[in-house]
């Protein structure tokens, strides 16, 4: 029997999204610390995603929010959250799993990771497959500015791969 090989990219989409699942752990049970925030965008049509129906129409497939001041009841399951938000003084609450994440970025540390979608739509257990890119960390996130002189960059392993 042939063993097949390690689907690295589905294991380190799972690491880094427990890796957000625990952040967002911490902050449901002690707040937010100092000047963190988060951005967070994610899939509105990924099965499992519960915003209102007023919400999910504006936002058919993609919805970024922000975790800074004013939100209220996150709560962290093993495999989603929830959080109410104020939009246009309307309040929602949200049910995302984490597989729906698309992107998470903590701008005060510099921080950020985006998601592979059809790395979240898979199952199985990390093995078999051709592997495909995992998260990739995008230092700042949204808006980030290029890295200057002294600063690191993100350099994409798939450079190295052989085909």
Do not use: C
């Amino acid at each position: 029997m042939a063993v097949s090989g390690f689907n690295y990219g589905r294991l380190m989409q799972r690491a880094m999204r427990g890796l957000m699942a625990e952040v967002l752990g911490v902050v449901a049970r002690r707040g937010l610390p100092g000047g963190h925030h988060f951005f967070i965008t994610f899939s509105t049509t990924h099965p499992g995603v519960d915003v209102p129906e007023w919400l999910k129409a504006q936002y058919p497939e993609e919805l970024s929010i922000v975790l800074q001041h004013e939100f209220s009841d996150l709560a962290v399951a093993s495999d989603r959250f929830s959080v109410t938000l104020s939009f246009a003084d309307r309040l929602a609450t949200l049910v995302v799993p984490f597989d729906a994440v698309t992107t998470f970025a903590d701008p005060s540390e510099n921080f950020g990771l985006r998601f592979d979608e059809s790395e979240s739509q898979e199952g199985g257990d990390g093995d078999g497959g051709p592997e495909r890119p995992g998260p990739r960390p995008t230092p700042g996130g949204p808006g980030a500015d290029r890295p200057t002189s002294g600063e690191a960059e993100v350099v994409r392993l798939d450079t190295f791969r052989k085909r």
